[in-house]
């Protein structure tokens, strides 16, 4: 399945892989959200992702929380990690009200 070409901003938290086709056709903004003990996606991935978008003008930020592990946000989660959980809810509608308001 592709992925959506329509989008005025990007919000993934903890994201998987992506191709380089992908990132390509990506140019609105993009939050990144990703805790540091998270074993699913490596902190290095976040980060080459960052310098794919980066490399092409895309703009990013890239948000990591200490300690926190994948699915960090859902509270029906062991992982859950209330405060990494609020604020980074907090920096994504600030985000979205930016680029959507």
Known sequence: ???????????PYHPGAVTS???????SP??????TADRNVSIESIKTLEKMLKAQRT?????????ADHGFLA???????PDAAKLSWTR?????HKHLG
């Open 59 to 67: 703009p990013v930020e890239v948000h990591l929380y200490e300690g």
């Open 75 to 81: 509270y029906t989660r062991p992982f859950y990690k």
């Open 92 to 96: 994504t509608t600030q985000f979205l």
């Open 21 to 27: 086709e992908e990132i390509a056709r990506l140019r």
């Open 30 to 35: 993009v939050l990144v959200h990703c805790g």
């Open 1 to 11: 399945m592709e992925r959506d070409r329509d989008v005025d901003a990007a919000v």
